[in-house]
T-cell receptor, first 115, second 115 residues
Framework: EAQVTQNPRYLITVTGKKLTVTCSQN?????MSWYRQDPGLGLRQIYY???????DKGDVPEGYKVSRKEKRNFPLILESPSPNQTSLYFC??????????????FGNGTRLTVT | GESVGLHLPTLSVQEGDNSIINCAYS??????FIWYKQESGKGPQFIID?????DKRQGQRVTVLLNKTVKHLSLQIAATQPGDSAVYFC??????????????FGKGTLLTVNP
């Protein structure tokens, strides 16, 4: 089944403890992206990747890192999480980032709580 | 500034009725518009899209209308079913940074279908 898989689904951590949220897609998509979803603010892009070893900042990149060493994986790294990073995170992928009609496929989300 | 917004945050309809979800956008340079559906506990799911050079597109039970004169987008769902209950997001897509299509999401409308 074609899908975007995120892990974990739920994560509770403490301020400053490094964490990684994994994302994998099995559709051979070139483009991958991370979003956070907050009440009243909607979906905001954190980072995106046009292809392997090509990543760039989205609208809210502060406090996050990403890497794209392989086409299928796009982990989101929080080196020193803070409470304002408590949010619902979504990974998404599409065949191409440079094509207007390449729809995004989303994972089912990771609910992160930082205390 | 650019924005994608929604007229109504919630919409409640009776099963079998038609639903209309509205969206206003401010960036006339957007090339492409998409509607996503997000069910509870899941990531957004692509429903239907429309290019900026079109004013109407139909899918299965759904129709998207684009009025560029007033920068308005709507999603019509025919014979609404309980399974249509979800949050619906409009999104606009335009070229950003030369080669990347940036997707900007609206805040979402919660559709509740009453049996």
């Amino acid at each position: 089944e074609a899908q975007v898989t995120q892990n974990p689904r739920y994560l509770i951590t403490v301020t400053g403890k490094k964490l990684t949220v994994t994302c994998s897609q099995n559709m051979n998509h070139e483009y991958m992206s991370w979003y956070r979803q907050d009440p009243g603010l909607g979906l905001r892009q954190i980072y995106y990747s046009m292809n392997v070893e090509a990543t760039d900042k989205g609208d809210v990149p502060e406090g996050y890192k990403v890497s794209r060493k392989e086409k299928r994986n796009f982990p989101l790294i929080l080196e020193s999480p803070s409470p304002n990073q408590t949010s619902l995170y979504f990974c998404a992928s599409s065949l191409f980032g440079s094509s207007y009609n390449s729809p995004l496929h989303f994972g089912n989300g990771t609910r992160l709580t930082v205390t | 500034g650019e924005s994608v917004g929604l007229h109504l945050p919630t919409l409640s309809v009776q099963e079998g009725d038609n639903s209309i979800i509205n969206c206003a956008y401010s960036n006339s340079a957007s090339d492409y518009f998409i509607w996503y559906k997000q069910e509870s506990g899941k990531g957004p799911q692509f429903i239907i899209d429309i290019r900026s050079n079109m004013d109407k597109r139909q899918g299965q039970r759904v129709t998207v209308l684009l009025n560029k004169t007033v920068k308005h987008l709507s999603l019509q769902i025919a014979a609404t079913q309980p399974g249509d209950s979800a949050v619906y997001f409009c999104a606009e897509k335009k070229l950003s940074g030369g080669s990347n299509y940036k997707l900007t999401f609206g805040k979402g409308t919660l559709l509740t279908v009453n049996p």
